[in-house]
């Protein structure tokens, strides 16, 4: 029966080996890690949302079933905001997205695919899942929307930090809950019985003692016949800072924030230059996204014909700043003659009117033409 106890001495190491208990620390941080993830990744959905996916064609906009699975249904299940939202948090994180149509025209984003990929053919998408639904045939690249957020996966940098911010995170979280704590001991009467009952049952008394110790924030340990307690005090009466717990909360989610391209003034809700960061923020991080959405958008609804006569996609992204706190810059564009009417509401996201007057280019007295005896020229 040796052999036997070998082997079942080695399944016993193997047994806390794989103990999950051994990774409980880590599995109680994840929220960390979520929290970061869904406070920068929701961020950025949400200013992708508000943004209105427009047909142009030519010089006019137009409304069609294109333009209702873009802006209010997708299809039978979300909300076109809902939709955009779940289309940024799978490209962000995951690092690409596929959005495949159904047959009866429902924009729908898959779940899982295997992507296929070819260098001088067009490359395939099989085993497509939308909600534990598996399509059985395969899609072409023309026939789907799909998009890289960048070079390489966002998860593994997001999961490296985590590593080292978690298990830090952990570290000081404990050692700010047992600067707290309030502690005790206990003097035992060692003429008691030194039988081996007796020995047991004093062991299971020191072993709950520093049980509650090292897990509670409060330890408390009832008096017995023979133990004397005596709490210990280690002088402090302040409460402890916990200013350091929130310290590697922040670094974590900032760093989060930098990967994605979000100003951590923004994230944090600073004040001081809030315009100046939203403008870096909408031009570096908000419109090359949208920019990618617009060309693949444009390659796969239209053709190369269409186009190339004025038919593509156009998206007015969010407004940091209303028509009313341009008024003054549209006033002095238009008086000055630099733009007409239409080109000034085109560069709002206004379609174009056919008043006639809105295609004239006006310049006022303010900016006539100064003759050289000081007089202004006749204007006729």
Not at 264 to 270: A, E, I, N, R, S
Not at 315 to 324: A, E, L, P, T
Not at 356 to 378: A, C, Q, R
């Amino acid at each position: 029966m040796g052999w036997l106890d070998g082997v079942i001495k080695r399944n016993k190491e193997l047994e806390i080996m794989f103990d999950l208990d051994l990774f409980e620390d880590q599995s109680q941080r994840v929220y960390l890690k979520k929290i970061a993830v869904d406070t920068c990744v929701s961020f950025l959905a949400r200013t992708i949302s508000q943004s209105e996916f427009r047909v142009k064609n030519g010089k006019k906009f137009i409304k069609d079933d294109l333009y209702y699975h873009l802006n209010v249904r997708p299809n039978k299940n979300m909300t076109a905001s809902t939709f955009w939202r779940t289309f940024v948090h799978k490209l962000v994180y995951d690092n690409e997205c596929l959005i495949i149509q159904a047959d009866d025209g429902d924009l729908l984003i898959a779940d899982d695919f295997q992507h296929n990929e070819y260098a001088v053919m067009e490359d395939t998408f099989t085993n497509v899942v939308v909600k534990n639904y598996e399509f059985k045939r395969s899609f072409r690249q023309n026939e789907v929307i799909h998009l890289r957020y960048k070079n390489e996966r966002l998860s593994p940098l997001i999961n490296g930090l985590f590593a080292d911010y978690g298990d830090l995170f952990g570290k000081i979280l404990n050692f700010q809950k047992r600067k707290g704590q309030i502690r005790a001991t206990v003097d035992m009467d060692l003429v008691a019985s030194k039988s081996k009952e007796h020995q047991e049952k004093l062991q299971q008394f020191i072993d709950k003692l520093y049980s509650a110790i090292d897990q509670k924030d409060v330890a408390v340990v009832p008096q017995q016949k023979g133990h004397e307690y005596k709490e210990q005090n280690n002088g402090s009466t302040s409460s402890q800072s916990v200013e350091e717990v929130n310290k590697v909360t922040d670094g974590f989610l900032d760093k989060v924030a930098m990967a994605i391209g979000i100003p951590l003034g923004l994230l944090h809700g600073d004040m001081a230059d809030v315009e100046k960061q939203t403008k870096n923020y909408m031009l570096y991080t908000v419109s090359p996204l949208l920019k990618q959405i617009k060309d693949e958008g444009d390659a796969k609804f239209f053709t190369k014909t269409e186009y190339l006569n004025g038919k593509c996609i156009d998206i007015r992204k969010v407004q940091y700043q209303s028509v009313f706190e341009l008024a003054n810059a549209v006033d002095k564009l238009r008086s000055s003659g630099i733009m007409n009417g239409n080109e000034l509401r085109d560069e709002l996201g206004r379609e174009e009117v056919d008043d006639p007057i809105m295609n004239k280019y006006v310049i006022t007295k303010n900016y006539s033409e100064v003759l050289e005896g000081g007089e202004k020229k006749d204007e006729a």
